[in-house]
């Protein structure tokens, strides 16, 4: 049997506003759409975004290890890679080394799309009115988050 007392403090607990959930979730699509209007002319998505990112870093990478890369399972990042692979940016073939795998490389348009993205950080921060110490501090947060929920 409960009390009032306890369900006002329950309640506390479930206020909306109190929830770590719910403020990630809401960041998180704010943030994104930050991005929309700069990846515009670069004719791709958010998601599509990233990939990009992870091969700026390093191409060729197997689809599996490009997945680990992005915390995405293969089947979620299968259908990115084709619409990449379909604007011409990346090219998906047997691995030399493994012909179980798949490797995914830049094509010259796609290594030529790392030049056009490359204002686009300084863009976000600007429109958060954060500066870079602000945004690495912040995504040191959220990368504990991350480990902690992983745990």
């Known amino acids: 049997m409960s ?3 306890s369900e006002s403090s329950d309640l506390g607990l479930l206020a909306l ?5 719910f403020a990630l979730a809401v960041a998180a699509r704010e943030v994104i759409a930050l991005y929309k209007p ?7 998505t958010h998601p ?3 990939v990009m990112l992870a091969l700026w870093e390093r191409a060729p990478m197997r689809v599996g290890e490009l997945a680990d890369r992005l ?3 293969p089947a979620t990042l299968s259908p990115l890679l084709k619409r990449l692979e379909a604007h011409g940016l990346v090219t998906r073939e047997r691995d030399p080394r493994d012909d179980r795998a798949l490797a995914v490389t830049l094509t010259p348009a796609g290594r030529a799309a790392r030049a056009k ?6 863009q ?3 429109a958060l009115g954060m500066g870079l110490s602000e945004v690495e501090q912040l995504r040191d947060g959220l990368l504990g988050v991350i480990a902690a929920a992983r745990r």
């Open 17 to 21: 506003d109190r929830q770590v959930c």
């Open 38 to 44: 700069l990846l515009e002319p670069l004719g791709i």
């Open 117 to 122: 993205a490359v204002e686009i950080p300084e």
């Open 3 to 5: 009390t009032q007392g």
């Open 71 to 73: 915390s995405l399972e």
């Open 124 to 126: 976000v921060m600007a």
């Open 48 to 50: 599509q975004y990233l």
